[in-house]
C-alpha cells in the first residue's frame, strides 16, 4: 500500500525530497504552460504547511542531446517558477546538490523555504538508475515524495532508486491520477468510448489492445489512421505513417473504428475526401485530418458515451484549417455530461498549443473533464502495465 503524503505529522526541521515533473515544453526559453506545476501545488503547499524544508527534483528535457544541456538548466526557469504561486517566491537553485555549500544551504534554512535541484538528467546516473547515486541523493532529504505521476513509468532514481533509501509517500495528485485512470479500467461507464489520435502507433498498440476488450468503440485518427489505412492496402500518399505491420486482431477489430472520409492535401489544394476515393487520387498528397462525415460520427458517440477518454489529435492540429477535427470533438467534449479523461503526450502538447478561448472554456467549462499530466505514463497505465514508480512507493518503508 502507498503512504499518502496527507498523514504525515509536523515536519518541523525535516527535509522533504520531492520528485516533481517540471518537464515543461519550452517556447523561447519558457515553459509553454504551468500545468503540471499547478497539479502539484497541493502537495507543495500541504508540506510548507506541515513546516518541512522542500527540496524538489525534476528533469527538464533530454539533455543528453548534444548542444542540448545550457538550454535545459533549470537556473533559467527559477524566476518564472518563483512568479507562479507564493509559495515558491523565494524559491532557491541548487547547481551541484552534492556540494558541501549546497548542504549547509538547505541545513540553515527555515520551514517552508522551496529548493529547486539542478535538472537531474544532467548525471547519467539518474536513468541509469544507479544505486550509489540514489544513495547519495538520498542523503539530502529526511523523506522522500513521488509527486510525479508522469514520470512514474521510468526506472530512473529519482522515481524507483530513492524509496529504497528513505520513507516514502505519495502526493496528492499521484494518487488522484491512480484513483481516476483505475477507475477507468476497474468501472468502465458504458458506452465507453475510446478516441485515439497522434502520431505514432508503436506507443499506442498496447493501450489499443486493452481497449478493444473495455471500450464500445475506438476511434483512431491522426497519424495513427494513417498506418492504419495503410495496413488495409490504402495510399496514403506522403502522409505521415509508421513502417509497421499491424496483425489482423487490429485490423479487423468491430470497435476499432478508421475516419471514413479525410482531409487531404494536394498541390496547396485543401479537399474532403472519402477514403474509398483516395486510392484514385493521381500524384501525392498528404492526408492531414479526419474527414467531415468521421467527425460527425465521432461527436454522435460523444453524446451518447458514459465515459469517454481522449488521447492524442486527430490531425495537423498546429496548422489550420487541419485542427478543425481537433476542434471539434474538443466542442463535444465540452458539452457532455459524461466523465472525460484527456491526456497522452501529444494531448497535453495540442492543449497548450491551440491557445483560444474555445479550449479555456472546455477546462473551466465541464468539470468532469480529468486532465492527466500524464503521457507516456498514462499510456502505460491504461494498457494495463504497473508503473515502476508506484510499485516502488508500495514496496517502501
Ligand atoms: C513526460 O513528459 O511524459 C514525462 O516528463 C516523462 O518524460 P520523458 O519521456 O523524457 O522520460
Redesign the pocket.
Known amino acids: 500500500m502507498m503512504k499518502s503524503v496527507k498523514i504525515l505529522k509536523n515536519l518541523k526541521n525535516k527535509r522533504a525530497l520531492v520528485r516533481v515533473?517540471f518537464?515543461f515544453t519550452l517556447r523561447n526559453g519558457l515553459p509553454l504552460d504551468s500545468f503540471r506545476l499547478k497539479a502539484s501545488l497541493p502537495t507543495l503547499k500541504l508540506l510548507a504547511q506541515k513546516k518541512a524544508k522542500v527540496i524538489l527534483i525534476s528533469?527538464l528535457g533530454?539533455p543528453e542531446k548534444e548542444g542540448e544541456k545550457k538550454k535545459l538548466s533549470f537556473k533559467n526557469l527559477i524566476s518564472w517558477l518563483a512568479r507562479q504561486d507564493k509559495i515558491l517566491k523565494s524559491l532557491q537553485f541548487i547547481e551541484n546538490p552534492f556540494s558541501e555549500r549546497a548542504i549547509s544551504q538547505i541545513h540553515q534554512a527555515k520551514s517552508g523555504s522551496f529548493f529547486l535541484l539542478e535538472n537531474i538528467r544532467f548525471w547519467p546516473e539518474e536513468k541509469q538508475n544507479n544505486f550509489a547515486f540514489s544513495k547519495k541523493l538520498s542523503k539530502l532529504g529526511d523523506i522522500y515524495v513521488n509527486e510525479a505521476f508522469?514520470?512514474c513509468h521510468?526506472k530512473h532514481s529519482s522515481i524507483v532508486g530513492l524509496p529504497k533509501f528513505l520513507p516514502s509517500y505519495a502526493g496528492i495528485r499521484l494518487q488522484e491520477e491512480i484513483t481516476t485512470l483505475r477507475n477507468v479500467l476497474e468501472k468502465p461507464k458504458h458506452p465507453f468510448v475510446l478516441i485515439s489520435g497522434g502520431a505514432k502507433i508503436s506507443t499506442k498498440i498496447e493501450l489499443l489492445r486493452g481497449f478493444k476488450r473495455i471500450a464500445d468503440f475506438i476511434f483512431i485518427g491522426g497519424g495513427i489512421a494513417n498506418t492504419f489505412l495503410f495496413n488495409k492496402g490504402i495510399n496514403v500518399g506522403s502522409s505521415f505513417k509508421e513502417e509497421i505491420s499491424l496483425d489482423s486482431s487490429l485490423l479487423k477489430q468491430k470497435n476499432i473504428i478508421i475516419p471514413f472520409d479525410v482531409v487531404i492535401l494536394q498541390k496547396d489544394k485543401v479537399r474532403n475526401i472519402k477514403v474509398k476515393d483516395v486510392n484514385s487520387l493521381k500524384g501525392d498528397f498528404k492526408i492531414l485530418d479526419i474527414g467531415k462525415e468521421s467527425v460527425d460520427f465521432i461527436v454522435e458517440a460523444i453524446k451518447k458515451a458514459k465515459m469517454i477518454i481522449w488521447n492524442g489529435p486527430l490531425g495537423y492540429f498546429e496548422k489550420k484549417p487541419f485542427d478543425k477535427g481537433t476542434k471539434k470533438i474538443i466542442q463535444a467534449l465540452l458539452q457532455t455530461k459524461s466523465k472525460v479523461i484527456l491526456g497522452g503526450?501529444e494531448t497535453i502538447v495540442c492543449f497548450n498549443q491551440v491557445r483560444d478561448n474555445l479550449v479555456k472554456n472546455l477546462v473551466k467549462a465541464n468539470p468532469n473533464i480529468f486532465i492527466s499530466t500524464?503521457?507516456?505514463?498514462m499510456l502505460e497505465f491504461l494498457s494495463g502495465k504497473r508503473l515502476c514508480g508506484v510499485k516502488a512507493l508500495e514496496n517502501s518503508r
Open positions: 515533473d518537464n528533469h533530454k508522469s514520470v521510468r503526450g500524464g503521457g507516456g505514463a
